[in-house]
């Protein structure tokens, strides 16, 4: 065996054992790759994700609800450091990374596309995005990639409270007036779509999802994981007593899951390419924020230099 087959052997043994492939391994090029792809992208994700409820924090209707928006904002700023740190593990560059979002090169959630019309939109976001989060992000706990599985122990113990808090607010809600029940069911009616594109295109037509299931990165595939948010899901819709406006959605018994419509590809398709409702916004104040930061790095750069100058004397 020559030293190139027996890393390759070692790799494939380590994957084959559930154990953890480390930074200090070697690894397959396309395999470093697709994880960089996917760690990239959900570190982006939850830094565009700040925004549609950021809009919220000045207009919350109360201060237990600002302060609750302000730690979930803050929270998601946080996954975003994990992530990007962890992409940093297998020699990705931050400074380009945010060049890749920014430019339109890597992507971020189809999710964050959609405005925050109402404050009742704050909570389907924690109920329906933050349950999908959930639904989609447990199993990479045990993604064969250590720095990647181990931020998602704590992302998702963080993302459960956000559910929480979610479901807790349109609880509130619905107990409340007619006009807060109604929009309730306007904000159900408009995130619950775009919630089931979260997991992605369907397994026929995800080229990604084999390749990552062999090397255990990802552990289910998109339908199966959009299936397991549907059957978790209606009972919570019963529970509150909002409609999920779909009506196919049904019952069957001989599957043991819920039946539901045809996701509607094309707009997903649409908003994936830079199309939606809010993509232009939201990649234009990533920007503007990441502009109006650079004094803030350049200030750190000149400390640690001259922190190094006077250590090196
Ligand atoms: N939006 O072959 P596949 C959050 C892309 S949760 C945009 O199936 P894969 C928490 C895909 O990247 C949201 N693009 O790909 C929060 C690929 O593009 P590429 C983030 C999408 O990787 C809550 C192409 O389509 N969560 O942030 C989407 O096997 C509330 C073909 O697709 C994660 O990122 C989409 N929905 O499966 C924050 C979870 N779906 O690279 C704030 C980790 C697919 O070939 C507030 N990621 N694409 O050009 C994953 O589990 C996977 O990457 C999937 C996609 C399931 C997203």
Known sequence: MTPEHE??????????RDQRIEPRDWMPADYRKSVLRQTAQHAHSEIIGMQP????????PSLRRKAILLAKVQDEAGHGLYLYSAAETLGADRA?????LISGAQKYSSIFNYPTLTFADVGVIGWLVDGAAICNQVPLCRSSYGP???AMIRICKEESFHQRQGYELLMTMMRGTPEQRRMVQDATDRWWWPSLMMFGPPDADSPNTERSMAWKIKRHTNDELRQRFVDMTVPQAGALGVALPDPELRWNAERGHHDFGEIDWDEFKRVVSGDGPCNAERVEHRRAAHEEGAWVREAA???AAKREEVAAA
């Open 7 to 16: 890393l390759q052997a070692h790799f494939e043994r380590t994957i084959a």
């Open 53 to 60: 409820e950021g809009a919220w924090i000045t207009r919350a």
């Open 96 to 100: 380009e990374l945010t060049d890749k």
């Open 148 to 150: 990647y599985a181990r």
């Open 301 to 303: 750069a000149a400390h």
